[in-house]
């Protein structure tokens, strides 16, 4: 089976992101190890593969040891999953494209478990949305739910740090190979939740840096192992609105977090909520949602956000963004973005640092790194090893 699983290893590190037409040809195939032995141009046919593709897809191939990344995940304690294997998540073979293989760190039975609920945000948060995803969190912990998050900055570091505070399990989804975890200052909450009975996962390949693309994949993963998704906190082109659209793609629950009307932040919610989204005010009302009784000893959760009127529940879609002003750090609104994106987009003609960014824009690191991140979930621009950024 080793050999099996260090073929379906090379094939993902290969194209991470084709994982049911792996499958699909796995099956037709017999087994992995006969697909990666077939003619080049048989690959080209199956796998409809341009010569672009093509020439990208077998120098990777050639490139990857897939029995080194086999031994080096063996000595890091990751389990390297397959559908076959009885702890991957079923749930996540019913996605349009499952990932081949699953890097787990820490307990990897989790991802089959019940009770799995996806917490997400923005990278900004308020202080009011602070302290409801941690009253939130910590009911769910306390009604025996396990947390699943992205690992970023903001909402998703919030949820897992409350429910390791908590004494919960959480799980935390990456969009990075397992060994470069990203945001770098998280590794050590990355260790923390696997110390503490949790796990960390990531369906690409262990030296994978962040890239933009690799995110809506880690949010479809984050929506398919959990039962339902909450978003706390986001502006109208926050990633949590991915996640939101991918579960509600999924058949199912979305619930909203509302907030402040003259706040960015409560953007992301209240076009939910509109769409209709089930209004969470209380944990209660997740458990009432999806038929689960609360546990008889625990009383009544305080309120979290505004009262509200009944809930509904239909599939939420998201924004044209074309339709959506486009709030930038300058605060001022210009058609294809603010000043500053503006500004960015014409220094990176050239990858550059931070450093030069603002050296070069004449604007302040708050800006100019408000403005790259609205980039990148524009998917104008990348981040390159290093803190480099350029245009895609």
């Known amino acids: 089976m080793d050999s099996e699983r260090i073929a379906c290893l090379t094939l993902n590190a290969a194209d991470p992101f084709r994982g049911s037409l792996w499958q699909r040809l796995v099956e037709q195939h017999g087994s992995a190890e006969a697909l990666l032995r077939l003619p080049e141009a048989e690959w080209m046919r199956e796998a409809a593969l341009g010569p672009k593709g093509f020439g990208r897809f077998f120098g990777i191939l050639r490139e990857f040891h897939g029995a080194q990344e086999w031994e080096e995940a063996q000595k890091k304690d990751v389990r390297v999953l397959v559908s076959q294997d009885a702890d991957y998540p079923q749930t996540l073979l019913h996605l349009p494209d499952p990932p081949l293989v699953l890097y787990v760190w820490g307990d990897a039975t989790l991802l089959s478990g019940p009770r ?11 202080a009011y949305g602070t302290r409801s995803a941690r009253r939130l969190v910590w009911d769910a912990v306390r009604e025996g739910w396990t947390t699943v998050s992205g690992l970023a900055r903001g909402i998703d570091s919030q949820v897992h740090c409350a429910t390791l505070e908590k004494g919960g399990k959480t799980i935390a989804v990456l969009g990075s190979g397992l060994l470069e975890v990203y945001p770098p200052e998280n590794r050590s909450l990355a260790e923390k939740i696997v110390l503490g009975g949790g796990a960390v996962v990531s369906q690409f390949a ?16 984050i929506a398919g192992l959990s039962e339902a998704t909450t978003v706390i906190e986001g502006g109208l082109r926050s990633g949590a609105l991915i996640t939101a659209r991918l579960a509600a793609e999924q058949g199912k629950s979305v619930f909203a977090l509302p907030g402040p009307v003259d706040s960015e932040m409560s953007e992301a919610s209240h076009f939910l909520i509109q769409q209709g989204a089930c209004l969470l005010q209380r944990f209660e009302d997740i458990s009432q949602e999806l038929g689960m009784s609360s546990k008889p000893s625990v009383p009544r959760p305080p309120t979290v956000g505004p009262q509200a009127g009944p809930q509904r529940h239909v599939e939420p879609a998201l924004p044209d963004r074309s339709r959506v002003p486009q709030a930038g750090p300058q605060g001022r609104v210009e058609p294809g973005g603010t000043v500053a994106e503006k500004r960015l987009l014409e220094l990176l003609e050239e990858p550059l640092s931070l ?6 824009a004449k604007f302040s690191v708050a800006q100019v790194a408000r403005a790259l991140l609205e980039l990148e979930l524009a998917e104008k621009i990348v981040t390159l090893p290093g803190q480099i950024y350029a245009k895609r």
Request: hydrophobic share 30%; no cysteine; net charge positive.
């Open 116 to 126: 799995l609920l996806a917490m997400v945000g923005t990278r900004r948060p308020t």
């Open 206 to 221: 262990l030296r994978t840096s962040p890239k933009p693309e690799n995110f809506p994949k880690r949010n479809q993963v």
């Open 355 to 360: 450093e030069e960014l603002v050296s070069q």
